[in-house]
């Protein structure tokens, strides 16, 4: 079974995450912990946090993927994970959530974004997660009633990522496209810079024969 990278292409302005689904079954296999019951106090009065907490994206995991009859794995690097995290920011992406990658939801909002860096140290760690370096964690508030009631009936068990991703492999076959075409045009330029000069000089030997014609 193929396994494919995906990363973003840079010169794509749509790639990259457009949003973060609530889903029952969570594509990268990691459940999020529930922030709830964690009493704050503002202005004396004790709420809820409604936080959701959890993966969005693990690197160099694999991840199943079928399309019709072709079925396959994709994964991220570390790096395309860390610039996913980064765009999804920079673009204000983080008021952008779904349900089941279906219907748009109001009141769900990323409100935290980081990078695991050290697994022993991470915030992650103190809340149960094992999870690889590299990993891209969030935190989202929950402040939609109908998701919070989901979420503590138990039907929505983690985070899965929305957006546009390229193939590496695709990519890099269309790079060398590209740079066969390039190196078969400067060939041509420099077959057409050689028939000039060919020409140019049996031109110059024309003259040079019809100038000493003239002077004998």
């Known amino acids: 079974m193929n396994i494919v990278e995906l990363i973003i292409d840079e010169k794509d302005e749509h790639s990259g995450i457009d949003a973060v689904s609530v889903v029952h079954s969570p594509a990268i296999e990691e459940n999020f912990v529930a922030l709830n019951k964690h009493e704050i106090q503002l202005k004396e009065v004790d709420t809820e946090k409604r936080l959701l907490m959890g993966a969005a994206l693990i690197p160099n995991k694999q991840i199943y993927r079928h399309n019709g009859k072709d079925e396959y794995y994709i994964f991220f690097s570390e790096k395309t ?27 769900m909002s990323v409100v935290e974004s980081w990078i695991i860096e050290d697994k022993e140290q991470d915030k992650s760690k103190k809340y149960g997660f094992d999870l690889p370096v590299g990993t891209w964690m969030i935190s989202m508030k929950v402040n939609n009633d109908e998701v919070w009631n989901d979420v503590k009936e138990g039907k929505v068990k983690g985070f899965s990522i929305e957006g546009y991703f390229a193939d590496k492999y695709e990519m890099k076959i269309e790079q060398q496209q590209k740079d066969e075409i390039i190196n078969k045009l400067k060939e041509l330029l420099k077959w057409k810079s050689k028939l000039q000069l060919v020409s140019l000089g ?15």
């Open 81 to 107: 994970v860390r610039q996913a995290s980064e765009l999804f920011l920079m673009r204000s992406n983080q008021n952008n959530a779904t349900y089941e990658h279906k219907d748009k939801l109001k009141g």
């Open 202 to 216: 049996k031109h110059e030997r024309k003259d040079l024969n019809s100038t000493q014609k003239v002077q004998s």
